[in-house]
């Protein structure tokens, strides 16, 4: 079945630095890729839509100078948390569809990140 | 503004069946997805409705009528595995996941 790798699985940083998360389709090619923060007992908030070759598209509220995204090529993208703050403490998933618009979402395993 | 409703949290007992119920009113509607997911780890696709009628896919079942705007998730003879939050979600007109809360479902022995 589709696989989405997500690296690394969990990272603990000092206040003010960068932090990269990678997200990667194993066995398929994701045109679009989409990343979530999820905080304790809450949902899954969509941060961006990466588009492979082009921009990503920020949902409102979110920083787009902070949380870099890059979608560089059909099976890799990735998200970096610049200049990080305690508060961007908090679980980031990836995910990636393997065809159609409605096909399901495959997740990558998630990072928590924690920044002290 | 669009919005999914779904109960936070149900209890259940092993062995039993348990219902988790999702009511939505969103921007159009392409289709309703169920994701299982496990304190701590990313969510797993169980199910994908997009027809009214239900659909078995072993011990889980998803039940979908869009006239009603409702959907619901039935897990039959229960696990203690199967402790774990569910997500309802659901695919606008602009192909959109519209993300509910999630219920978190506790078996009890």
């Known amino acids: 079945g589709a696989v989405v790798s997500q690296h690394p699985s969990w990272v603990i940083c000092k206040s003010g630095t960068s932090v990269k998360i990678e997200c990667r389709s194993l066995d398929f090619q994701a045109t679009t890729m989409f990343w979530y923060r999820q905080f304790p007992k809450q949902s899954l908030m969509l941060m961006a839509t990466?588009?492979?070759?082009?921009?990503?598209?920020?949902e409102q509220g979110v920083e787009k100078d902070k949380f870099l995204i890059n979608h560089a090529s059909l099976t890799l993208s990735t998200l970096t948390v610049t200049s990080a703050h305690p508060e961007d403490s908090s679980f980031y998933i990836c995910s990636a569809a393997t065809g159609t618009e409605n096909s399901p979402l495959h997740f990558g395993n998630g990072t928590r990140l924690t920044v002290t | 503004g669009q919005n999914i409703d779904q109960p936070t949290e149900m209890t259940a007992t092993e062995g039993a069946i348990v219902q988790i119920n999702c009511t939505y009113q969103?921007?159009?509607?392409?289709?309703l997805f169920w994701y299982q997911q496990h304190a701590g780890e990313a969510p797993t696709f169980l199910s994908y409705n997009v027809l009214d009628g239900l659909e078995e896919k072993g011990r889980f079942s998803s039940f979908l009528s869009r006239s009603k705007g409702y959907s619901y998730l039935l897990l039959k003879e229960l696990q203690m595995k199967d402790s774990a939050s569910y997500l309802c979600a659901v695919l606008d007109s602009n192909y959109q996941l519209i993300w509910g809360a999630g219920t978190k479902l506790i078996i009890k022995p």
């Open positions: 990466s588009n492979e070759g082009s921009k990503a598209t920020y």
């Open positions: 969103t921007s159009g509607f392409n289709g």
